[in-house]
């Protein structure tokens, strides 16, 4: 080691064992070295080794590299964020649920309708554990029960959300512009299929992520999901990642497409049969609305998601960059996730059965309320008079 002294460097993680060396300057003296994964470390360079044992050291909380932002951000702004959407999740989707049991399948639509519904309440059902692990309330190994179920249950309801949008979308656009196409297009058996073998390919897409997530949980390999997949789940998941992106763009393109048809067919139309456009600008109000929580909820997100995931897979940017992406990333999440709080308004503006029914509950809880208080009035009114009698 030459004449340079060597001092004992403590870490808070060791990577090794200490090791003696002799060192011959000294007369054969033995001298105490820590050698950690990088190298020996001698006391000129204490500071910059520290610096670098602290960095490769595991992060136990969820995220990039950082301390308090990343903390406050992680443990306190996201699961308040949660909370509130979990809750008016419960309370929206719940009175769709309620309203929908009384709606017939008598269209495609509405059918399609009732099961974005059901994806909507399986993806609440994972927030309450998004706002443990969050928060940090639950024990350390928790992240390998959300790795494995949790955040495959949130993904493949989401992207099965996404796909039934883009049904929607071409049921708008055949009801609009070619209404008397093929009539297996509009059957309701036809349409029942459809969604059964849209959740059997999502069910597919996700079994291999949550079987093949089965590495054991340790300290060091419990902040990234990643590390706790086989080799095989690796690959399985890069090539979802690349099936769900790809059928975001499709659905994006899907959605343009029809409504730029439909825009073009009423304009045209409407120059022709004034009486019969104005029911058709409906149609071409609905899918504006299908377009407008599309591009909030789920375009931000796929524009930050892509070159987080790939940067994270391949670990082509830094530490800064990364956390940068991380940020914006579970921002973009956190829209995407607002989807099941802004669904209910598509079934609102979008079918009037629906609107219809919600009218009728809201109707009829106004109608007994004034029932009971005019039935109050009227007691206080007979009280009054029988104490007037008896005086």
């Known amino acids: 080691m030459g004449s340079r002294s060597l001092r004992t460097v403590r870490s808070v993680q060791p990577l090794c064992d200490n090791t003696h060396l002799k060192d011959g300057d000294r007369g054969g ?69 309620w309203i929908f049991f009384h709606i017939r399948n008598k269209t495609s639509f509405i059918f399609y309708l009732k099961n974005i519904v059901v994806a909507d309440l399986l993806m609440t059902l994972t927030f309450p554990f998004k706002i443990i692990q969050d928060s940090q309330l639950g024990p350390w190994h928790f992240n390998s029960f959300l790795c494995r179920y949790t955040t495959v249950l949130f993904y ?146 796929h524009l930050c998601r892509i070159p987080f995931t790939f940067s994270h897979l391949d670990k082509l940017l830094d530490g800064s960059a990364h956390k940068i992406l991380y940020y914006c990333k579970e921002m973009t999440l956190f829209l995407s996730a607002c989807n099941v709080c802004l669904d209910p308004i598509i079934y609102f503006f979008m079918c009037r059965s629906f609107s219809r029914r919600l009218f009728r509950k809201s109707n009829m809880r106004t109608r007994s309320e004034s029932i009971r208080s005019l039935q109050s009035v009227r007691r206080s009114e007979v009280r009054i008079y029988h104490e007037y009698t008896d005086v």
């Open 156 to 301: 493949a309801n989401m992207y099965t959300t996404i796909v039934f949008l883009g049904l929607i979308s071409i049921d708008r656009y055949l009801k609009v512009v070619k209404p008397f196409g093929d009539s297996r297009m509009y059957s309701i058996t036809f349409t029942k299929v459809l969604s059964a073998c849209v959740w059997v390919v999502m069910a597919f897409l996700a079994l291999p992520n949550l079987i093949l997530t089965n590495g054991y949980p340790t300290r060091r390999n419990i902040d990234d999901c990643i590390k706790l997949k086989s080799p095989l789940g690796v690959k399985w998941h890069t090539a979802v990642i690349y099936i769900n992106t790809c059928t975001f763009m499709v659905v994006l393109v899907v959605l343009i497409g029809c409504y730029i048809a439909i825009s073009r067919y009423i304009y045209k139309s409407s120059k022709q049969f004034i009486s019969s456009s104005s029911r058709k600008r409906k149609h071409n109000q609905s899918i504006r609305v299908v377009v407008a929580v599309f591009f909030t909820c789920f375009l931000p997100y």
């Open 29 to 97: 003296k033995v001298h105490k070295l820590f050698v950690t994964g990088l190298a020996a470390v001698p006391l000129g360079t204490r500071k910059e080794h520290l610096s670098a044992v602290a960095s490769a050291a595991p992060n136990r909380t969820v995220g990039p590299p950082g301390n308090t932002t990343q903390d406050e951000f992680t443990t306190i702004v996201l699961p308040v964020l949660y909370l509130v959407i979990f809750l008016a999740s419960i309370l929206l989707n719940g009175l769709a649920v």
